[in-house]
Each structure stands twice: as C-alpha cells, then as structure tokens.
C-alpha cells in the first residue's frame, strides 16, 4: 500500500459528460501529479500541483483541469468526455519539488470507460 | 506522448533466471526511477537512483544510473513467479521555473516479464 487513495476505483459514462476523479496524497506529501495511461500512448503526465498551487502541464486536453484543496487531496475533471478518453488515470504524490528530486509513488487509479 | 526506449519489450524467462532491462533517452535526467505495475493496479516503486555512475540494490533487484545520465538498467536475478508484471523505467527532471519546480516523470515504453515455475 503506497499510502496514496484514489475514488473512484471504475467509472463508466457516456460520451459528453463530465467526471471528477478524486486523489489522496500520502500523509505529509505536498506535492500531487496525474498521469494518464493507455495502451497506445502508455503512461503520460498530466499535470502536477505543489501546495495548492498549479507547478506544471503536460499533455492535458483543455477539457480536462484539476486543481489540488486546502487539505492537500486533489480532483481532476474531465469534460466533454469522448471515447478517446477512456484510460487508467494515475494520482502520485511526493513530498516536495524544491531542492532535491523526490521519489514518487502512486494510487491505485481509477479506470474510466466512456462508452 | 513523449515515452523513453526501454527494451527489451517483453521477455519470457523460467524461474531461477537472470534478467536485465534497460531504458535509453535522448534527454539528461536527475533521477531515474523503476516501477513494477500489476494488471489494474498502480506502478510500485523498486528503486530510485539519483547520482550518475550509482548501482543500488534492493532484494534481487539491482539498478544502474548510467554516466552520460541518458540511460539506466535494470537486473533481476533468480527470478520468481511473482517477479510476473510490467516493468517500467522512468526519468526525471527537476527544472526550477519562476513559480517554484517541478519533478514530472517520463516513462518508458515497458518491459512484460513472464515467468514459468
């Protein structure tokens, strides 16, 4: 068990609709990262959070946008879903980003099938 | 997506082998990190390495940061039925931007490793 907790475990929506994906870091990991995973494109990097504050992008679709609360979990939303968009979705946490790299360890994921 | 070259793509070895991977990239990293993934779970971190040159060892595991920085590998040995999953390696690199920094990891392409008892 990593100690990071993701909600829900399978999602499966229709083509259109929006779903918040729900992320726990480890206790006292500031910093909170997405990744998606699929077969064709394999594991990529969405978009990273340190304190509440948005630190980087990667290859997320306007349609998607996350954003990280006060109690440090984390949600990440995605819009206007289409078939594309049917992945694992991977939450990491590490303690920080200042000073030196921080290993990085992960949930769970959630599946989602839009359909 | 950008995704680092790991091979080899597969392997299917018997129990009590020895196995090796390795992942190569065209970019410096500070870090490199391997992770196995079960079927439907989550990547499991095995072993960080954050020095050019460093070997570390965790179990059977063994891994190497490679000197130009632009590649490292990975060695099981004796291998086990439950060493069965998707290996990957995974590069880092802490750029300091105006904001604060940020430590996004790439990935490689993944290694399936099959074990027969």
């Known amino acids: 068990d990593s100690g990071v907790t993701q909600t829900p475990k399978h999602l499966i929506t229709a083509t259109g609709q929006r779903v918040t994906l729900r992320c726990s870091p480890r206790?006292?990991?500031?910093?909170v990262y997405w990744y998606q995973q699929s077969l064709d494109q394999g594991l990529q990097f969405l978009i990273q959070y340190y304190n509440g504050e948005e630190r980087a992008k990667g290859n997320i679709l306007e349609r998607f946008s996350a954003q990280q609360f006060p109690d440090l979990h984390s949600e990440l939303n995605l819009s206007s879903l289409e078939l594309g968009d049917s992945a694992l979705y991977f939450c990491a946490s590490s303690p920080g980003t200042s000073g030196d790299s921080y290993e990085q360890y992960f949930g769970p994921g959630t599946r989602l099938t839009v359909t | 997506g950008q995704q680092l070259n790991q091979s080899p793509q597969s392997m299917f070895i018997q129990e009590g082998e020895d196995v090796s991977m390795n992942c190569t990239s065209s970019?410096?990293?500070?870090?490199w990190l391997w992770y196995k993934q079960d079927p439907g779970e989550g990547p499991v971190l095995l072993i960080a390495?954050?020095?050019?040159?460093e070997l570390t060892s965790n179990g059977r595991l063994t891994a190497q940061f490679g000197i130009t920085r632009k590649d490292s590998f990975l060695n099981i040995s004796a291998s086990i039925p439950s060493d069965v999953g998707i290996y990957f390696c995974?590069?880092?690199?802490?750029?300091?931007?105006?904001?604060?920094?940020?430590?996004?990891?790439?990935f490689g392409t993944g290694t399936l490793l099959a074990v027969q008892p």
């Open positions: 206790s006292g990991d500031l910093s």
């Open positions: 970019s410096i990293f500070n870090t």
């Open positions: 995974a590069g880092q690199q802490h750029l300091v931007r105006r904001g604060g920094a940020t430590n996004k990891l790439i």
């Open positions: 390495l954050y020095k050019a040159g």
